[in-house]
T-cell receptor
Framework: DAGVIQSPRHEVTEMGQEVTLRCKPISGHNSLFWYRQTMMRGLELLIYFNNNVPIDDSGMPEDRFSAKMPNASFSTLKIQPSEPRDSAVYFC???????????FGPGTRLTVL | AQTVTQSQPEMSVQEAETVTLSCTYDTSENNYYLFWYKQPPSRQMILVIRQEAYKQQNATENRFSVNFQKAAKSFSLKISDSQLGDTAMYFCASTGNQFYFGTGTSLTVIP
């Protein structure tokens, strides 16, 4: 198994631009999670899906952030418009259920100038 | 709210020695799982060990073992025969109605 796949690995963009991060979970996993990691705030859960349905999006910081999971093998996290304070490493993780261990992707390092 | 607390922001250990990382948690769940994750400088999050709360026996994975004290809600990680490759940030995590991570302990293994 290839594990959780995220793209791009690095993204540099200018303030105000739209950013789309992509994730392919491990096949057969029913839960998908998006996290943001910064030095100041540590690891934050943004949103998670069970069976492609968003269950808890209380961690999404603002309306500028949105996430979708159109099918079991693909999810996106979009930031529009992006701001410098969105600079962070964004992780996608998947698991068989929301109670089991999560398998993390390599992360996307986002820099907003 | 469910919380996970790691009270040691930084630790260091001599190569080949043993080190213990502390973690306490708070949950009202009866069935839950506990985990330790490792994040080396490559930033990849790697599962180190897991413990089911209903199991009394402490989990062990090679040089890594846990001391699970359910009544005290304590879940410490012991690393034996520390190696340079163990240098990383270590996160404790628990599940309830969602996944909760601690703030991490930065471990440095000194040659």
């Amino acid at each position: 198994d290839a594990g959780v796949i995220q793209s791009p690995r690095h993204e540099v963009t200018e303030m105000g631009q739209e950013v789309t991060l992509r994730c392919k979970p491990i096949s057969g996993h029913n839960s998908l999670f998006w996290y943001r990691q910064t030095m100041m705030r540590g690891l934050e859960l943004l949103i998670y899906f069970n069976n492609n349905v968003p269950i808890d999006d209380s961690g999404m910081p603002e309306d500028r952030f949105s996430a979708k999971m159109p099918n079991a093998s693909f999810s996106t996290l979009k930031i529009q418009p992006s701001e410098p304070r969105d600079s962070a490493v964004y992780f996608c993780a998947s698991s068989t259920t929301n109670y089991n261990e999560q398998f993390f992707g390599p992360g996307t390092r986002l820099t907003v100038l | 709210a469910q919380t996970v607390t790691q009270s040691q922001p930084e630790m260091s250990v001599q190569e080949a020695e043993t080190v213990t990382l502390s973690c306490t948690y708070d949950t009202s769940e009866n069935n839950y799982y506990l985990f330790w994750y490792k994040q080396p400088p490559s930033r990849q999050m790697i599962l180190v060990i897991r413990q089911e709360a209903y199991k009394q026996q402490n989990a062990t994975e090679n040089r890594f073992s846990v001391n699970f004290q359910k009544a005290a809600k304590s879940f410490s990680l012991k690393i034996s025969d520390s190696q340079l490759g163990d240098t990383a940030m270590y996160f404790c995590a628990s599940t309830g109605n969602q996944f909760y991570f601690g703030t991490g302990t930065s471990l440095t293994v000194i040659p």
